[in-house]
């Protein structure tokens, strides 16, 4: 995991390009300031040459095509760098490639041609025909045409790619495609290389060995691992074997680091039947662990398996014959069949995880039955976990020194031991005020999200005054506006896809937005995507938020509730307990459930929505928000179907809890503000007057018959469930939240933007969970 500790505390718009060694300069590119005839040149740093004073680096730089040249020092050059970076790259935390999009205008220079380049950012700059012909000669071909170029020297020959026009056009859709396989690749200010003949040609021309240091460390590993075994040359294929190709892969870092990984072609070989992928823990079961850590005062810290798919052995039957890349190590030429597990193998994943697994069980854990990706181990006075997410690791316990020294002794690479400060797109991050308590939240994915809308529509989410994800009491699925073009429906399908993962890393406050308008993804309108842009804005607004990791338990004293004479209505009736639970180690854990419904929310389907938020103590630890399946006449019904998923999800998570070990106290707490459900589901003499309810309502009643329920009622105002189910003010929504979800604002003020409305309540303290 690349992403370090300063991520969630630093703009990354503010980033700096860090120092690099002199060296490592040579060869990066990058653009020049604008000229008086508004030309803007590509420079290339060529090498070092003699400065005047013995002190100063300097560099000779080429301009365009070459023919211009100039001396730079080395502080001029990383300027360059950097501010290309800060104005281009360095808007969004995702790696850029340098790839022109279309050919804006030409001119002569002496004899030959130049041509005008858009390239991917946004950026125009003048190149030599002859390169860019190289690379993509359908697109220009295109150009000349609609400009009448054909018939000019240093353009004619590109006249017989347009003669056949039924061709012309096949290509011209495979043109963007061909421009990524081929164009010039760059990122950073560095040119990345293709393949290995490439790189070690790039570090031919720049005097250095930065390519060939990189993929030799790559190599190193893979014969370290002893990946491969070597048929010779001219080997016969095994009957059973498919041959694949093997290649290269790179990449650089910001700090102008080169990276190579060895890559298999697992898209070459047929479908077959052993299980394709790892499986992952699940967040619900992160979060709870981490919960659990906080509460009994353990140590949380991450880690990853550096080359962990080389750690185990491959089923497939696939093989290879060696490129050049080999040539160092005696074996180009050879046929190789793949030992281990390549990246880029289809099982590759699958065959690690059951590697994974066989040394945790020898360090003596235990998976979760509730969770195979959680592992438990028993300490006599509490339990030991480990969370997998293929090659992530996160450890709650006593002993983290203990457990990541045992698995270096099992000759595993691991890399960035640490406490967590960004593991699987959650920030976390330990605050003091108003009191001492870890947080969990998707910071630094939001800024990805804003830097993402950016490039979708090349422009900055726009700084407006929004204060609640969508409009209090909209209406979506009555919008007219016309449907969106293909291409915005992409769009479309991309921003809701990244709010469902910002849902999961903890923004509560847009799930009831996220629901209602993922359900237009088949065909959404204008203004479907204008409410979108409305919820970046309020992301924008309020991007610094984080679940709080509130261990202290609640305090139900004033809630009053007797215990009831259920005879035999529901005889005999009582909570499933697991045969099979290990012991409950550590301090106890209490359940809250908070459940609403909202009737009408689709008036198009007359559908209702459901929203359930469950807490373990005072932490929020899974949240759900879903149109219900039937449509309900009246609340009483749709409260009582919200009320009959929630008492099944709480028969979930008591079992989830009871399987990692944790001692449950007491019944769980389950609040909604419906009084006639809540008195019809705790009343044994209550009757039911609808039938089509009849299930919901025997199934709500028989939990609280159980004993493992208590079902009381909670005044609207105060239910954090109504954010799952209605688009509300921002003055509701920051009340229902702020007991929930840690604010990083000064003076109840949420960004640099205050509550809408009266400020009367905003400080008062919430009747269960406090403030």
């Not at 339990?383 to 002794?409: I, M, P, Q, S």
């Not at 499933?576 to 550590?586: C, L, S």
């Amino acid at each position: 995991m690349e992403i370090s500790s300063y991520a969630e505390a630093v703009d990354l718009s503010f980033i700096k390009l860090p120092t690099v060694d002199p060296l490592a300069v040579i060869g990066r590119t990058f653009l020049m300031a604008r000229e008086v005839d508004g030309s803007v040149h590509r420079a290339e740093v060529m090498r070092r040459v003699e400065s005047i004073d013995d002190e100063t680096e300097q560099y000779l730089v080429h301009l365009g095509d070459g023919k211009r040249q100039e001396i730079m020092t080395y502080d001029a050059i990383v300027e360059a760098i950097d501010k290309q970076l800060t104005t281009e790259a360095e808007k969004t935390d995702e790696e850029r490639l340098w790839i022109f999009k279309e050919v804006v205008g030409h001119r002569k220079n002496g004899r030959t041609w130049d041509v005008r380049m858009k390239w991917e950012d946004d950026s125009e700059t003048w190149e030599p025909l002859g390169v860019i012909w190289k690379s993509d000669p359908v697109t220009l071909a295109a150009y000349a045409k609609e400009h009448d170029l054909l018939k000019l020297d240093g353009w004619k020959r590109l006249r017989h790619y347009v003669k056949n026009e039924k061709k012309f056009k096949r290509q011209m859709k495979q043109v963007k495609l061909n421009s990524m396989r081929h164009g010039p690749r760059i990122k950073f200010g560095v040119r990345i290389p293709r393949d290995h003949r490439e790189a070690l040609e790039f570090d031919k021309k720049m005097g250095n060995t930065l390519w060939r240091d990189c993929t030799k460390v790559e190599m190193d590993k893979t014969y370290e691992y002893k990946t491969f075994e070597s048929l010779g040359k001219g080997g016969r294929k095994p009957k059973d074997h498919t041959m694949i190709r093997v290649h290269l892969v790179y990449d650089v870092k910001q700090d102008g680091r080169r990276k190579a990984r060895l890559v298999a072609g697992g898209h070459m070989t047929g479908p077959n039947t052993d299980t394709y992928y790892s499986s992952v823990v699940s967040l619900r079961a992160m979060r709870m662990m981490i919960f659990l850590a906080e509460l009994n005062g353990m140590e949380l810290i991450s880690a990853d398996i550096g080359n962990a798919y080389l750690e185990a052995y491959t089923d497939e039957k696939v093989c290879f014959i060696a490129g050049h890349e080999f040539k160092d190590y005696g074996h180009e030429g050879h046929l190789m069949l793949i030992v281990k597990a390549l990246y880029g193998l289809k099982t590759s994943g699958a065959r690690f995880h059951e590697k994974f697994a066989e040394t945790m069980y020898q360090l003596g854990f235990m998976p979760s039955k509730a969770d195979s990706d959680v592992w438990m181990k028993d300490c006599k006075d509490h339990w030991e976990y480990v969370c997998t997410w293929v090659d992530d690791l996160l450890y709650a316990g006593h002993n983290g020194k203990v457990f990541y020294d045992a698995l270096r002794k099992l000759k595993y690479q691991l890399k960035g031991v640490s406490e967590p400060t960004y593991h699987l797109g959650g920030d976390f991050k330990r605050v003091t005020e108003p009191e001492s308590m870890l947080t969990w939240g998707a910071q630094t994915y939001v800024k990805r999200m804003l830097a993402g809308y950016e490039e979708l529509f090349g422009e900055p989410v726009p700084k407006r005054e929004v204060h609640a994800p969508l409009e209090p009491g909209d209406h979506p699925e009555i919008d007219d506006t016309p449907l969106l073009d293909m291409e915005d429906v992409k769009k479309y399908w991309q921003m809701i896809g990244e709010m469902q993962w910002a849902v999961a890393l903890g923004r509560i406050d847009i799930i009831a937005a996220t629901v209602t308008m993922a359900r237009f993804r088949p065909a959404p309108r204008q203004g479907h995507l204008k409410r979108l842009k409305r919820v970046y804005c309020f992301l924008r607004n309020y991007k610094k938020t984080a679940i709080k990791f509130n261990t202290e338990m609640p305090d139900y004293s004033n809630y009053k509730v007797e215990k009831k004479n259920w005879g035999h209505i529901y005889h005999p009736c009582q909570e499933e307990i697991p045969e099979d639970m290990p012991e409950p180690r550590g301090k106890p854990v209490m359940t809250t459930t908070f459940v609403d419904a909202n009737l009408l929310h689709d008036v198009i389907t007359g559908r209702s929505c459901t929203g359930i938020i469950h807490l373990l103590n005072k932490t929020p630890i899974d949240w759900f928000s879903k149109r219900q399946n039937t449509v309900e006449t009246a609340t009483y019904g749709s409260e009582f179907v919200a009320a009959r998923t929630a008492v099944d999800q709480i028969v979930d998570l008591r079992y989830t809890l009871r399987m990692l070990g944790v001692p449950l106290i007491g019944p769980s707490w389950l609040f909604g503000d419906n009084l006639s459900v809540v008195n019809s589901s705790t009343m044994p003499s209550g009757k039911l007057l609808k039938r089509q309810n009849i299930l919901n309502y025997h199934r709500v009643r028989e939990a609280q018959a159980a004993g493992f329920i208590n079902f009381v009622h909670i005044d609207g105002k105060n239910n954090p469930a109504d954010i799952c189910t209605k688009h509300t003010s921002s003055r509701e929504w920051y009340e229902l939240m702020k007991p929930l979800i840690f604010w990083r604002a000064r003076n109840d003020t949420l960004g640099s933007h205050r509550i809408e409305g009266s400020d009367k309540r905003v400080n008062s303290r919430h009747p269960i969970l406090g403030s």
